[in-house]
C-alpha cells in the first residue's frame, strides 16, 4: 500500500508539471527601470519582442546622454522579468550614417525563407527631426551584429514612429507616421522584408496618431495608436479589422487619459498551455520630466478582451506573468 500512494503521489506530482521550459510565475513592478541580469538598467526603450525558441528578446533603444544614437540593444528572457543583456546589435559603427543619429522604436520580424532578421526602425540625423526615414538593417542570427541596409522615405513619404507585423501566412506589413505624423500610413513589406512593395491605405488622415502597435487574436487585428504630444503622454487609442489590408474601425480609447502616464511601444501575445494572454509594452518616457531617454521607466499592463473586437486596461503596480501557462494578471 504504501508503495501505491508513492506511485500516485508521484503521478500527480508529475501531471502538476507544466509541460513548458519556461519559468514560474513572476512578478513586474510597474513605472521603473529595469535591471538585467549583471545588475544594468535595462535600455531597450520604444522597443519591441521576438520570440525565439523558449526566449523571448527585448529590442529597444539605447541612447548617449544627450539623446542621440548609442545603440539598438537586446536582452533576452524566458520569464519576461529575468533580461540577460546579449548585444548592442546596432551601433554608432555599423554605419556612416549612424555615426551621429537618432534610432527610435526598432522593431524584428524573422524571414523563414532568407532566413534573415529584419529590423525597421526609424531614423533621424541626430540634429534636428527632419529627416523622418525608415531604416532596415538585417542579420542571420537574432542577437548577431545586424547588417545596415541604408534609410529611406518609403515611396517618399515622411516616416517616423514604425512598427512591423507579420501575419500567419508570412504576409508582412510597416505601418509608419506620415506628412509630419498627421497620417498613419500602411505598407506591405516585399518577399525579404527589406523594402515596402506597396502602399496599402493610409489608416487614418489627419488624425497625428503615433507609436502603432498590431497584434493578432482570433482572427482579429488590432491597432493600438498614441496620440502626438512629444515625451507628454496622452490617450492611447485602438482599431480592429478583419484582415490588415480591409477597413479598420473608428479609433476608440483604450485606458485612462494618458495610459498610465505611458505611451505604446508594443503589444506582447504571451502563449502558454492555458492560454494566450497580451501584454501592453509602454515607456514612461523621461523626457516628459526633462531628463534623457534612458532614464525612462516601463509600463507593462495586460489587455483584456470584453467581446472580440474590444479592449481595456486598467492600472496595476504590478503584474504577475507565468510565461509557462501564458496567464498574465495584476496584482
Ligand atoms: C513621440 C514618439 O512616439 C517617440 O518615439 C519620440 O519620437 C518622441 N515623440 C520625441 O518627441
Known sequence: MPRLSAVALLVSALLAVPLSASAAPVTV?????????????????????????????????????DNTFKA??????????TWEFRNNVLTNSSAAELRLANIERPKVIYNSTTRQFVMW???????????????????????????????????????????????????????????????????RLNADYTQVSTLVRVLWRGVSRESPAFFKRNGIYFLVTSGATNWNPNQQKYAT??????????????????A???????????????????????????????RPVNESQY?????????????????????????ATGVVHGL
Open 121 to 187: 526602425m526609424h531614423k533621424e540625423n541626430g540634429r534636428d527631426y527632419s529627416e523622418a526615414r525608415a531604416a532596415v538593417a538585417t542579420s542571420s542570427t537574432v542577437d548577431g551584429n545586424y547588417t545596415w541596409r541604408g534609410s529611406f522615405r518609403p515611396f517618399g513619404h515622411m516616416s517616423r514612429d514604425i512598427t512591423l507585423f507579420k501575419d500567419d501566412d508570412g504576409t508582412a506589413y510597416m505601418a509608419s507616421a506620415a506628412r509630419n505624423n498627421a497620417d498613419l500610413h500602411l505598407y
Open 72 to 81: 539598438v540593444s537586446v536582452y533576452r528572457s524566458t520569464d519576461l522579468k
Open 260 to 290: 498610465y502616464r505611458s505611451q505604446t511601444a508594443f503589444v506582447l501575445p504571451v502563449q502558454g498551455t492555458e492560454t494566450t494572454s497580451y501584454i501592453y509594452l509602454g515607456d514612461r518616457w523621461a523626457g516628459a520630466w526633462n
Open 29 to 65: 513592478t510597474n513605472g521603473t527601470q529595469f535591471t538585467d541580469t549583471s545588475g544594468n538598467v535595462v535600455h531597450a526603450h520604444g522597443g519591441g519582442m521576438i520570440k525565439v525558441g523558449a526566449h523571448y528578446y527585448w529590442f529597444g533603444e539605447n541612447r548617449n546622454p
Open 299 to 323: 509600463v507593462w499592463l495586460p489587455l483584456k478582451f470584453p467581446t472580440s473586437r474590444t479592449i481595456t486596461m486598467s492600472w496595476h503596480q504590478r503584474i504577475s506573468i507565468d510565461t
Open 241 to 258: 479589422a478583419t484582415s490588415m489590408t480591409g477597413t479598420w474601425s473608428v479609433l476608440a480609447n483604450v485606458g485612462d487619459s494618458t
